[in-house]
T-cell receptor, first 111, second 113 residues
Framework: QKEVEQDPGPLSVPEGAIVSLNCTYS??????FMWYRQYSRKGPELLMY????GNKEDGRFTAQVDKSSKYISLFIRDSQPSDSATYLC???????????FGKGTTLSVSS | DVKVTQSSRYLVKRTGEKVFLECVQD?????MFWYRQDPGLGLRLIYF???????EKGDIPEGYSVSREKKERFSLILESASTNQTSMYLC????????????FGEGSRLTVL
């Protein structure tokens, strides 16, 4: 079993839809959870950073961590064409030397 | 504004050539990383460095080496390029702990013929 699993998609939705992106993981020691967004031909950039369990909201984006299920989610409300990108989850434990990334989910939002 | 700069966006090299990929960050970050990104395989860590002249192997170091002579600069070296090293190479840096926010460069697309 890979440490971090993420469905690559692609996921296509109409503008205004609610999008749910998910990752599962196997290492119960992970405490830091991140979502990166990567536009085509660009490097990834940090979108959301969460420590331990719970929810975090930033505008149209909500990150959710369920450590009991080893499951993290990113919700995008009122999705826009500018949200079209690849979304990568990433996580680490306190003693980690580097982040562990999911493979990324490609999202396309059509107007 | 935070900046990680990769010297070459696109390179085409021949099999057996030595290839240098340069990365410079202007944030005084301690930690620097080299990843490669391939379709279906995601981001894979090649090497990372916590300090000047220090390096650690990542998940796929074979065929690569690195150099960090100055804090702001981290170079990836392909001693003898092979076709299976055709990929997108991404440099990143972070301050504080290595599990903090990563700042990525725009990537270097390398094609080995």
């Amino acid at each position: 079993q890979k440490e971090v699993e993420q469905d690559p998609g692609p996921l296509s939705v109409p503008e205004g839809a609610i999008v749910s992106l998910n990752c599962t993981y196997s290492n119960s020691a992970f405490q830091y959870f991140m979502w990166y967004r990567q536009y085509s031909r660009k490097g990834p950039e940090l979108l959301m950073y969460t420590y331990s369990s719970g929810n975090k909201e930033d505008g149209r984006f909500t990150a959710q961590v369920d450590k009991s299920s080893k499951y993290i989610s990113l919700f995008i409300r009122d999705s826009q064409p500018s949200d079209s990108a690849t979304y990568l989850c990433a996580m680490a434990n306190q003693a980690g030397t580097a982040l562990i990334f999911g493979k990324g989910t490609t999202l396309s939002v059509s107007s | 504004d935070v900046k990680v700069t990769q010297s070459s966006r696109y390179l085409v090299k021949r099999t057996g050539e030595k290839v240098f990929l340069e990365c410079v960050q202007d944030m005084d970050h301690e930690n620097m990383f080299w990843y490669r990104q391939d379709p279906g395989l995601g981001l894979r860590l090649i090497y990372f460095s916590y300090d000047v002249k220090m390096k650690e192997k990542g998940d796929i170091p074979e065929g690569y080496s690195v150099s960090r002579e100055k804090k702001e600069r981290f170079s990836l070296i392909l001693e003898s390029a092979s076709t299976n090293q055709t990929s997108m190479y991404l440099c990143a840096s972070s301050g504080g702990t290595a599990t903090g926010e990563l700042f990525f460069g725009e990537g270097s697309r390398l094609t080995v013929l």
